[in-house]
């Protein structure tokens, strides 16, 4: 079973910066994508970055510029640097484990963390 240990959520004002991390254990493989995804209120969660294990990023359009996924290939642990943060980027950031990361959210994944609170103001 998959397990991922989330941290870094918080309060910041508009302007500021975060960063998230996400600690993964119980793989049942070395080969496997994490992420990051984000559901604000009364929106549908969506992507935020995935590190895919062929070693390619993949951003949500949006984000790119201000966020940054990078990860620690020995710790099992994949990083989210976001930057010059804005009101509408407060949402509850998920971390995600699997084969096969996509687009799509959700806890269908091997590892679906619990998620984070993030609350920028302005």
């Known amino acids: 079973e998959v397990q991922l240990v989330e941290s870094g959520g918080g309060s910041v004002q508009a302007g500021g910066s975060l960063r998230l991390s996400c600690t993964a254990s119980g793989f049942t493989d070395d080969d496997s994508d994490m992420g990051w995804y984000r559901q604000a209120p009364g929106n549908e969660c969506e992507l935020v970055a995935i590190?895919?294990?062929?070693?390619?990023?993949i951003y949500a359009d949006s984000l790119k510029g201000r966020f940054k996924i990078s990860q620690e290939s020995a710790k099992n642990t994949v990083y989210l640097q976001m930057n010059s943060l804005k009101p509408e980027d407060t949402a509850v950031y998920y971390c995600?484990?699997?084969?096969?990361?996509?687009?799509?959210?959700?806890?269908?994944?091997?590892?679906w963390g619990q998620g984070l609170q993030v609350t920028v103001s302005s």
């Open positions: 590190m895919k294990n062929e070693g390619f990023i």
């Open positions: 995600a484990a699997d084969s096969d990361l996509d687009k799509h959210c959700g806890p269908g994944y091997e590892g």
